[in-house]
């Protein structure tokens, strides 16, 4: 089955089938499933309706970082939408999400966190980022000229299962 963008057009007809043939010198190309339609082998348009289910193994993340901060986190009501966690020395520990940004602590980060921190999640590549196993969460270090690790951004990676039909 092939998978080409959908706009939906005024000639539509009822059950999601379009009255107009499918080109097939349109290029071609993978897309997300709101914006997605199936092309059978009889050129007949069809309307994928798809269940999504996303997971992002927050505890694992979680789990690296200093117990103050997580805590923090586990008090928050919507953990869902965390897209990071900013630990930068000597400055107050913040998570952001996509509209806000929220002090996680009234204590400032200091080395030992930070180190801590590194010390959990182990070796940080040439690119100054890291991941935890199995996970999609991202780790990126902030290092001063002495190559000390003085901030890291800890990004949430979230799996959206669900999204492509085959």
């Known amino acids: 089955m092939l998978y080409q963008p959908f706009a939906p057009s005024p000639r539509e007809g009822q059950n999601g089938l379009a009255s107009s043939q499918y080109n097939i010198e349109q290029e071609r190309g ?3 499933s709101d914006c997605m339609v199936g092309f059978s ?4 348009v069809k309307r994928h309706i798809m269940q999504h289910a ?3 193994d927050l505890g694992a993340l979680l789990a690296v970082l200093p117990a103050h901060v997580r805590d923090a986190v ?3 009501d919507d953990r869902e939408d965390l897209l990071e966690i900013v630990l930068d020395l000597g400055r107050l520990p913040q998570a952001r999400f996509p509209d806000r940004e929220a002090l996680l602590s009234d204590l400032p980060v200091t080395r030992e966190d930070l180190a801590a921190v590194v010390g959990r999640i ?3 590549g040439d690119d100054n980022r890291a991941g ?3 996970t999609l969460h ?3 270090a902030i290092r001063n000229r002495r190559g000390e690790v003085v ?3 800890c990004r949430v990676g979230r799996a959206v299962r669900g999204t492509v039909a085959l």
């Open 138 to 140: 991202r780790i990126s």
């Open 151 to 153: 901030g890291l951004t």
């Open 41 to 44: 082998a009889a050129h007949k």
């Open 132 to 134: 935890i196993e199995r």
């Open 30 to 32: 993978v897309y997300p």
């Open 54 to 56: 996303i997971t992002d």
């Open 122 to 124: 182990g070796a940080f």
């Open 74 to 76: 586990e008090r928050l």
